[in-house]
């Protein structure tokens, strides 16, 4: 399945077709909304309309470099050590 | 100027009777102190993750908040380049990568902060700018085991979030390049833009600027062709040879009546060749949408007033001015040197010091090489030197000398130096008794370039630099000779 | 098992009359004799709660006033971080995760004198309305422990309930506070979107989550707001205004107040439910408020709006976990199979139905049938509720259809699950605040909460009301 693919979900066959009927069946009941009339209305992104909101350009210290490594799954020479990067675009 | 649509195209142009297309992607990272959302400093160098916070490593609940200063950049850059800066919004691109910490890039996609602008090229070229929007950079992956540093056959890889979130600008022009001249035209263009406006250190080496190209050829008159975008150019020079390179392999593919694929192809400075990196496919699908955690961006137009008043001169207008002052080309060798070194202002402060402005330019091209912007050394000190080239008191050789003399000490009295040099230069009324007997003596080729045959002005030129011993000033004997001619 | 209110305790802590010790061994006292059973804590964190209670008396002690909630024993949902201090979100994905810094509400709450007792339970990141999800096992209700707390903030409901704390935070996406507070019968708050900072909050969907109170009483989640509402830096969503104070507010009565009825509100609340919400309408009528009729047309599409929009900004939300810089790994011999590998053990079933059906809704080609139309929706629904405030100062609904259900009856059905928050969920949606107070009991002698709905930044209107649906009670 496509989707479980971009999600990076790796799932049992039988996983995909239990969601995959799941995620039918919602979206049939989700199709309540096809009945009103949306083609005037602007979406609506933002809960509380504000713009403009800005930091300054000072630098704060951040993080530690040991205590984040020290809880990362692997690590080496500083950096976060990952398997070889395969089949992922760049 | 308004920009209307592409340059026009002529045949001299043509590769085999193909019209190359290119469109350009630039990404610079903005000169701030900060992130383009967090507080870590934006810093080249630094030992490998030692500026990151929540922000920068994705942590699980950490929020962006956009930096003042990347947006000044920002639209310091799209008023250089003649854009419109409008009300914009941040979007999420969704796709995995290791060096992507939240496996989202906050960009900017259908609104963004600068569009429809344009650059002009030295030779007054325009070129399209379609968009130059804000966003966050990656992080840094090394690949480890393998060979050499290669993704395909490392072992494993290292990250460093030093680099993520860094602000970029990426700048997006219209498929408007003919040639890889103008494709290397415009980047340099462009970086002295960038430079001019403090935006950007735009060191390609550094990667504090990077160029993808998208690369086409078709028929004159024909519709464009499928084009392939080109990753990984490092350099300016490596840009034009991955074009070329580029536009040669899917000429010679068409030619053998295969079609070329969209994909994305990687420049290899090692076999200067491109490779396929991926071929486009729905697999792109990034899944944008509006960023939840941020606000937009809609600049007032007292900003935008006030971002416009602050531009200093930008390059073209200063080569311009140079141009004007000199009688230079303004897109000839020297002018072009001497203003992206951003000696110009110096060029002219040796003009306002008295000097001639033609000479200063010609001596600082050649003589400042090295220096900065500023050259040290007392303007006065290099009119009094072409003042002195001018009265024909010295010549060109001895005037570089006595140039080198006064650069390596920092400063000196021109005429003190040549005399001290036994650079006694001829008088004007000896020279042009000199000048006078040359002409007695060289009767035809004072009598061909009477009729009007220029070539044999040279002749009597050399002539008389040799009666003087090369003590005389070319140029003073030139005019010389033209002034009698009449 | 009489917890005395927050304000009573900081008030005598504050004056020196009760020590925050003292407060805290009681609190610990309940803790160990029920948590066995009840399940509200992912994490007890008794050592450093002694610590800082002690810290509290002795700065009493020493002249300085800790702040309005001295010696307060509070309980934190496990989605908001603490410096040091496992944070999981009831997922394995993050199980033992220890963040390296403090979420904006944990900074504000230190500074305000509260100690905070321990990390509690959740549906995993805040995904369901029963904390029957959670990667470390359900929360049982206090009240009757066959049935659910409600969720996702389960665990924060049942710790009040249960006096393990005095008052709790949780977050609120679809009804996540309000819900559990109706279901454990306590006092729960969703505040205006943006009202409180969501930094350091872990995200389940952006533009709905909002951190909110659980309290015994009206005042304490007024007190408890006081101090954890207001303008923060680090959330670019954050309201810049002072908000005015709610401690003042609830002083007010409800003459001549406009409490609205939506007559098209979606059925489908058991008569248990509704027979209390007309109680309340007859209370605050009784106490000299008037009480119109509105519509809200949209109100019953808010569900499918919902189950759209939060899991496609969960699915970009919850891609970080990817096993690359913190939380959990399972290796694999490249990094895109250990992505899938990782994502596939580490989420439960329900994040991950909802990270698929939000990356379907975003994915090329279906975003304008799926996300797209549902902001469309989410516009309409915000359109109506402000025609309807045009009429009504306040509005109320049922909190949830239901008292509490019984472990298991729902999970079975998402869907079926999903409404219970059918009331909750559009004021989400609008971005507009909400509470649910306790209002007697319904089938089983289980609690029944009224909502009380406000316009945007209507906090000290719907505090009114809800003070006085309290005094009703009384
Ligand atoms: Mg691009
Ligand atoms: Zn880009």
Redesign the pocket.
Known sequence: MKVAKLARLDLAPDAIERTTAQLAGMLEHFADIDALDLDTVQPMTQPYPLQNVFRDDVVVNGLDRDEVLAAAPASEDGRFRVPPILGLDS | MIYTAGPATGNEILIDGWELVVGL?V?VELATATKLFSASANRFGDDPNTNIDPVTLGLPGALPVLNRHAVELAMRIGTALNCTIQRSTFHRKNYFYPDMPKAY?I?QYDQPLNVDGFLALPDATLIGIERA?L?EDTGKSTHVGGNGGRIHGSTYSLIDFNRAGVP?V?IVSRPDLRTSEQARQYVTELRGILIAIGASDAKMEEGSMRCDANVSVHRPGEPFGTRCEIKNVNSIRSLGRAIEYEARRQIDMIEAGETVRQETRHWDETDSRTHTLRVKEDADDYRYFLEPDLVPLAPSAEWIKAIADAMPMLPGARRARLGVATGFPADGEAIMVVVERGQDDYVLAVGAAGGDVGRALVHVKEAFAEASATPKLPAGDLAALTTLEVAGLLTATQAKTVLAEIVAAGGGDATAIARARGFEAMDTSALEAMVDQVIADNGPAWAKYRNGEDKALGALVGAAMKASNGKADGKFVTALLQSKRT | MTARTASEIAAGVRSGTLAAAEVLEQHLDRIAAREGEVHAFNLVMTDQARRDAAAVDAAVAAGHDPGPLAGVPLALKDNMCTRGIETTCSSKILEGWKPPYDATVVTRLAAAGAVVVGKTNLDEFAMGSSTENSAFGPTRNPLDITRVPGGSSGGSAAAVAAGFASVSLGSDTGGSIRQPAALCGVVGVKPTYGYVSRYGLVAFASSLDQIGPFTNTVHDAALLLDVIGGHDPMDSTSIPDQHPSLLDAIRRDVVGLRVGRITDLPDGADPDVTERLEAAFDALREAGAKIVDVQVPAFGYGLTAYYLIAPSEASSNLARYDGVRYGLRVERPDTNAMYSATRAAGFGDEVKRRIMLGTYALSAGYYDAYYGKALKVRRLIADDFDRAYEHADVLLTPTAPTVAFPFGSKTDNPLAMYLCDVYTIPTNLAGHPGMSVPFGTGQHGLPVGVQVLAATLGEPTMFRAAAALERAMS
């Open positions: 992607e990404h890039q960009s929007h966003e970029l990426e």
